[in-house]
RNA sequence: GCGCCUGUAGCUCAGCUGGACAGAGCAACGGACUUCUAAUCCGUGGGUCGCAGGUUCGAAUCCUGCCAGGCGCGCCA
């Protein structure tokens, strides 16, 4: 059990014994933070719940926490002691021999260290990347793909049951804007001159396709389409495409368990079904010949068409649709990853939700614009004007690895840099090789010929005072530190929590490989660092593991 | 004009959802390779946490108002 765990338990029935003494009076214990202080002279977690206690037991905190103290009941071997300190945190300062425990922890659970039951086997859909199939994917997709699917990675790793689905807005007329646009550069391909249209699709892959189309020997519409061969144009264009967008976020290593057409919303009804609902619910209503959505009555600006006076569905009534869709599918969970472009988006959605009941499940995460560098200068990206790099060539030029780790540095909800040159530096500048490097070395040493003979098949217990090196006892407070990282990521939905985790790890390895050589003539040391040095490159395998990115034997 | 996100060291960013003297990497400067991988390590300098108020035992964190940057504000998707 993890230690924080340990001591809240703890915490709690020292309050009880508390009240129950007479020593304190409260109606109800608050909600309390543990931490772990930055300071060593603080201990290793501190407990604010004497400062919490104050203004309801009516006592001075430092008063309070002493009363705790005489209340508690650690189990033998835990506490080196425990003080109160400063207005009145109560500093618990843990036992090394306790720390070191988890070298063999480590050892028992492999790679399941660091999973949880916080989950308990409810179910969550990650919906992620869901770009329109009207071109292929850019880097900034690519940052979604990645959150997305690490999330989901995470949120597995704590007991969810995960899917992960892409929702294809394969409806509407920017499949016939796309019929056409592909339509002209087919004809243009013939060498006539047509003028490109307005609202068209500018980018160099609509020639692309062109001449694949003309290659598969498909026919062409003559110089006056109809409706219909622009739309089966767009079709076919919107397939290919999607074949593109597949293979990218493949050779990317995201894999969907679910790609969720919209037109099928309306092959099965559920758009109407969708409008019904809301009917019923008296949030509908008919203006100026349109069908409206009383989205204001739900904190949104104003009210939102759902069908327009044409007859016409707008895209938010398919998007009522898709999510009522998914809240009847039965998820506990459901996450949306959007562009930060859609984030005005937000309010009507949630009203809908709230509409129609299942707001509370429904968590909808924006996912910051990415800003393309090269050598510090910006790089154009526009979808339309057709000057963009897409997620294929960023792959190509930095590899799968350094893309993915780049993308989880930062917070989702604030605006990435991403450096073309410095991803692809190999230096300390890229943080993704210094984490890798670290299991690589450690891969390395394992490879020495005496390293299975002096390790043996278990850690044994009694190794431990060995280690007496303070970098040591860092590196297993840290190692001690991966279940709860691991955990606030996946409940936050913040994967950068881990990308943090691991290159702080990776610096402690790095440091003490410097420092102190693994293998060396004490068989008895040797033996100890390298239970606990394996130990460290198991937790550095499960951690880029849950990044999707590999964790190599040699670099 | 309104809304959302952001503002922390020269640069890029963390800061455990209110805690104790504000952290990392890069860049700068100075050191360390006959060693289990130097894609590494050690050291030095560097900040009025955008500004001004407020809330309280305590604020980078919460509230209000400004300032600056980004992105949105269709019967488009």
Request: hydrophobic content about 45%; proline content about 5%.
């Amino acid at each position: 059990m993890q230690v924080k765990e340990i001591i809240r338990r703890l915490l709690t029935q020292a309050a009880a014994q508390a009240k129950a003494a007479g020593a304190l009076d409260f109606p109800e214990l608050p909600p309390f933070e543990l931490e772990t202080p930055k300071l060593p002279e603080h201990g290793d977690v501190a407990a604010n719940l004497a400062l919490v206690l104050a203004s309801r037991a009516k006592k001075p905190p430092r008063q309070i926490a002493q009363a705790l103290i005489q209340h508690l009941e650690a189990p033998e071997g835990l506490l080196a002691r425990v003080e109160v300190a400063g207005p009145g945190f109560i500093n618990f300062f843990i036992r090394d021999s306790w720390w070191f425990q988890v070298i063999e922890e480590i050892h028992r659970l492999g790679s399941t260290y660091g999973s949880a039951e916080l989950g308990a086997g409810r179910r969550v859909q990650v919906e992620f990347v869901s770009a329109n199939p009207t071109g292929p994917l850019h880097i900034g997709h690519g940052r979604g793909a990645a959150l997305g699917d690490v999330l989901a990675n995470l949120l597995a790793a704590v007991g969810y049951q995960v899917e992960r689905e892409y929702y294809i807005n394969d409806v509407g007329n920017q499949i016939q804007t796309l019929g056409r646009s592909l339509y002209v550069r087919l004809r243009q391909l013939l060498g006539e001159e047509l003028e490109f249209p307005e609202d068209g699709y500018r980018g160099e892959y609509i020639f692309d396709l062109a001449r694949q189309y003309r290659e598969a020997g498909h026919p062409l519409p003559g110089p006056e389409p109809e409706e219909e061969d622009l739309l089966a144009l767009g079709r076919w264009a919107a397939d290919a495409i999607l074949a593109g967008i597949r293979q990218d976020l493949d050779d990317f290593g995201v894999h969907f368990d679910a790609w969720f057409s919209e037109t099928s919303l309306y092959e099965q009804g559920w758009v109407e079904r969708a409008f019904a609902a809301l009917k019923e619910a008296g949030f509908l209503y008919e203006q100026d010949g349109a069908l409206w959505f009383a989205a204001s009555r739900f904190g949104d600006d104003k009210d939102r068409v759902v069908r327009r006076r044409t007859g016409a569905t707008t895209y938010f009534a398919s998007d009522i649709a898709y999510h009522l869709h998914k809240a009847t599918r039965g998820y506990d969970l459901m996450v949306d990853l959007w562009g930060a472009d859609h984030h005005g988006y937000v309010p009507r959605l949630r009203a809908a939700a709230e509409a129609l009941g299942f707001s509370e499940r429904l968590r909808i995460l924006l996912v910051q614009l990415v800003s393309l560098l090269r050598h510090g200068e910006p790089v154009a990206m526009t979808t339309r004007g057709g000057t963009f790099v897409t997620l294929r060539e960023v792959l190509e030029e930095v590899g799968k690895d350094a893309a993915r780790f780049l993308f989880l540095t930062r917070r989702a909800d604030a605006h990435l840099d991403f450096d073309l040159e410095v991803a692809k530096q190999q230096n300390a500048e890229n943080p993704v090789y210094y984490v890798q490097y670290a299991h690589a070395r450690l891969a390395s040493v394992f490879r020495q010929p005496e390293a299975p003979d002096l390790m043996g098949a278990e850690p044994d217990p009694a190794l431990w005072p060995l280690l007496k090196e303070p970098e040591e006892l860092e590196l297993v407070k840290r190692l001690a530190a991966f279940p709860e990282t691991v955990e606030a990521a996946a409940r936050l939905l913040e994967p950068h929590r881990l990308t943090y985790y691991l290159t702080e790890l990776a610096g402690q390895l790095h440091s003490y490989y410097y420092k102190h050589r693994f293998i060396s003539e004490d068989r008895e040391l040797s033996r100890a660092r390298l239970w606990l040095v394996a130990a460290v490159k198991t937790v550095l395998a499960r951690g880029l593991a849950l990044l999707g990115v590999t964790a190599p034997e040699s670099m």
